[in-house]
């Protein structure tokens, strides 16, 4: 337990400071998943930080940034259902 006796679930904090950064800095495929994995596994592996989709997946966010940076267009992210994507 952390000094002063109160425990802090991770999973409830939003994504913080030095891990909106290191999204950021990110200048490879492999640094970014780096990053993402770091930022779920101080949230027990298994969540994002409640504020994900409006830090790092809305437009503007960090993720599109990162797809700039890598010379990418669009978010690189579909929806697939039962195997099949949707638009098509």
């Excluded at 999204?23 to 596994?41: F, H, T, V």
């Excluded at 503007?60 to 098509?88: D, Y």
């Amino acid at each position: 337990m952390p000094e002063g006796g109160v425990a802090v679930d991770m999973k409830l904090i939003g994504l913080t400071e030095p891990e909106h950064q290191a999204l950021l800095a990110a200048r490879s495929d492999d640094e970014w998943n780096a990053a993402c994995l770091a930022i779920k596994k101080v949230r027990g592996g298994q969540a994002y930080p409640p504020d994900w989709y409006e830090k790092v997946l809305a437009d503007g966010g960090a993720f599109h940034q990162f797809q700039a940076r890598m010379g990418r267009t669009g978010s690189g992210i579909s929806v697939n259902a039962i195997g099949k994507p949707l638009n098509s």
